[in-house]
């Protein structure tokens, strides 16, 4: 009998060996139930690591930087729909129609093209043109001539006023102005703040504010009470699709509305009047996060501000 030589048998071994481990593999395929709409498909690819802080600023920037098309359902508004998509409420008019006159007052079923959050909508005025625009906000002429959403033939037309224009790039941004009403007492539950923040959370600030990233992110461990940061009203409480996660935003009645993302849970009721300090939700990391931290915004009539120009030293 003819004898098989060592590396010549190991050949034979091991191709008979991944035969029969790619055969069971396909034989489990085929054999594996069909995947439900609420069972999570795996993916195992080749694994970038980040720090989870590093992680959270590529999640929240990227979906920043997005361009959404979202479907109006009744009761909402420019702000409503502002809020759910992290936008500024004077970016949403060119979310419509560049023709689109004010007060301008959402359809349902209506089709919004939500622009990137760094981008500007600025409504023009008599006078300006499409060359003075693009040196205002210090952006080539051919960026606002290839932008389909503005729909401009060329850069010598006569820009009617009270139209919106889409500038994406722009370095002009408006004053903050900031502002300390202050309240009338009544003896009834109050649901307005005087503007006097406090921190929502003791942590490590892990994220600033900047223009890709319109708030604050502030670390600490899982389950961690957050408070609201003035008296308010809740108008929002719940589950955001857009990457918040679970989240609540106050409407302290004087121009100011805060929001509180990622949460792992939930503690107050939409409608509920909640005053300084009060629990209204735990430190999570649900949404666009892989680490416990709470984001948190501060709106000024509609404009996200830098939280910590409104919040105490610490």
Not at 19 to 45: C, E, K, R, W
């Amino acid at each position: 009998m003819r004898k098989i030589g060592f590396r010549p048998a190991c050949i034979i071994i091991i191709s008979v060996l991944f035969s029969f481990i790619v055969g069971n593999g396909y034989a489990a395929a085929d054999a594996s139930p069909s995947v439900s709409s609420t069972q999570p498909l795996h993916f195992y690819l080749p694994a970038v690591t980040f720090s989870p802080e590093a992680q959270t600023m590529l999640d929240e920037s990227a979906a920043q930087e997005r361009v959404f098309y979202y479907t109006v359902q009744p009761g909402d508004t420019l702000l409503s729909v502002a809020l759910e998509f992290g936008r500024e409420l004077s970016l949403m008019p060119c979310a419509t129609s560049p023709f689109r006159p004010e007060p301008i007052v959402l359809q349902p079923e209506e089709v919004l093209r939500i622009p990137p959050a760094s981008a500007t909508c600025h409504r023009v005025q008599a006078g300006e043109t499409v060359r003075s625009l693009a040196a205002q906000y210090h952006v080539p002429v051919t960026a606002l001539l290839a932008e389909t959403w503005n729909n401009l033939a060329s850069d010598d037309i006569s820009l009617w006023p009270g139209r919106w224009i889409l500038i994406e790039g722009g370095s002009t941004l408006p004053p903050v102005t900031v502002r300390y009403p202050t309240p009338t007492p009544t003896s009834s539950p109050w649901p307005y703040g005087d503007g006097k923040f406090i921190w929502p959370l003791h942590g490590i600030i892990t994220q600033h504010w900047s223009l890709h990233h319109r708030a604050i992110d502030i670390a600490a461990p899982l389950g961690t009470p957050i408070v609201a940061a003035d008296n308010g009203k809740v108008i929002r409480a719940g589950w955001n699709t857009q990457g918040y996660g679970w989240l609540v935003i106050i409407d302290h009645g004087n121009d100011y509305l805060t929001l509180y993302a990622h949460l792992s849970s939930i503690e107050v009721n939409l409608g509920d009047v909640v005053r300084q300090g009060q629990v209204i939700g735990l430190v999570g990391s649900t949404g666009h996060s892989t680490g416990p931290h709470l984001h948190f915004e501060i709106r000024d009539f509609g404009r996200l501000v830098d939280p910590l120009s409104l919040l105490p030293q610490r």
